[in-house]
């Protein structure tokens, strides 16, 4: 991932020398973790972190040489640099954890990104001919169809379909890749170009997709929520029959639960992160599983502290959160 390039000089920046534990660095097919022995500075949490602060490099002397070097651009935007490359490839923030020992950060692999992405890109470079979509259409509705029926019901030659067929492989319309049955009720029902339909299919399965594409969609008013928490909008969920589907696992806006978390704190004066969790995470969107219920609360806190709507007062394992 290119957004993990600039967490391990930020280890090597800030890592304590004095107890000879190396930087361990440990990569899973769904994430990346880099684990740093070092501590934060006194009385600061992982809230003060994530938020704007002066620079306060463990080593500044191998700090000064890496920024003389143009290894790292200024000091005291790294955090910061991680969060945009990851907004911009599509990919969740990553997380923070620090004990009195150690700091640990874990970047999200886009899942099956390599792929699909792939694909919509081509598309958006060469869009299929309407021969090819009704060819499509034809397979996803009848995947045993033969290419003398297939020829038959186009009105084109057997040499042609096979041709229209091999494109259609390549760009992984065939194959799995998509989800057939979607896609097609999709380009049934909707004058939507094929490189959207696509994005759409990526964002009904829970993938990500790139910045540029979310933006596209969103501004046509085809997806809703905040990435990595996307979902198609009403006008596509009634278009592919999943209207039901669409209500159960639309997510409120952060607003909402922020007023939440501030009226639980104006009732009750403290909270600690059981409470939260306890109060917030049953009211989060289906569509998220455990893991990213979370650390939806985890950035939702981050964000009301940046905010100046709540701070945390104690120790990051035992401290309780309340209004600023």
């Not at 967490?7 to 660095?25: E, F, T």
């Not at 704007?52 to 955090?79: D, K, L």
């Not at 990500?208 to 006008?235: C, F």
């Not at 599983?289 to 104690?314: E, I, P, Y």
Request: glycine share 4%.
């Amino acid at each position: 991932m290119a957004t993990t390039s600039s967490a391990p000089l930020n280890a090597i920046v800030h890592r304590d020398y004095s107890d000879g534990v190396p930087i361990q660095i440990k990569v899973f097919p769904d994430e990346v973790i880099i684990y740093n022995s070092g501590r934060l500075p006194e009385n600061w949490s992982v809230a003060d972190l994530l938020a704007r602060h002066n620079s306060m490099p463990y080593n500044p002397n191998i700090a000064n040489v890496f920024f003389r070097s143009g290894q790292i651009e200024t000091w005291g935007r790294g955090i910061e640099k991680n969060e945009t490359a990851c907004q911009a490839e599509g990919r969740p923030e990553p997380m923070f954890r620090a004990t009195s020992t150690e700091i640990r950060i874990s970047f999200t692999a886009i899942t099956d990104a390599s792929v699909s992405e792939n694909v919509i890109e081509s598309v958006s470079d060469d869009p299929l001919t309407s021969t090819q979509r009704t060819i499509f259409s034809l397979i996803s509705n009848n995947p045993s169809s033969t290419t003398s029926a297939i020829s038959e019901k186009v009105g084109i030659t057997q040499r042609r379909v096979a041709s229209n067929i091999a494109k259609l492989k390549a760009l992984g319309l065939i194959g799995r890749v998509v989800d057939e049955a979607y896609t097609r009720l999709l380009m049934e029902r909707s004058d939507l170009p094929l490189a959207d339909v696509l994005a759409l299919d990526r964002v009904q399965k829970g993938l990500l997709i790139k910045l540029d594409v979310r933006r596209r969609l969103r501004d046509a008013g085809l997806i809703e929520g905040r990435s990595p928490h996307l979902q198609v909008s009403a006008r596509i969920a009634e278009a592919t029959d999943k209207q039901a589907e669409y209500m159960r696992t639309r997510a409120m806006d952060d607003a909402h639960y922020e007023r939440l978390i501030l009226g639980y704190l104006d009732k009750f004066g403290s909270a600690t992160r059981r409470d939260l969790e306890a109060l917030l995470l049953p009211k989060l969107s289906d569509v998220l599983n455990d893991k990213q219920k979370h650390a939806k609360l985890s950035n939702l806190l981050t964000k009301m502290r940046r905010d100046a709507l709540v701070k945390r007062v104690g120790s990051t394992r035992d401290g309780r959160w309340e209004r600023t």
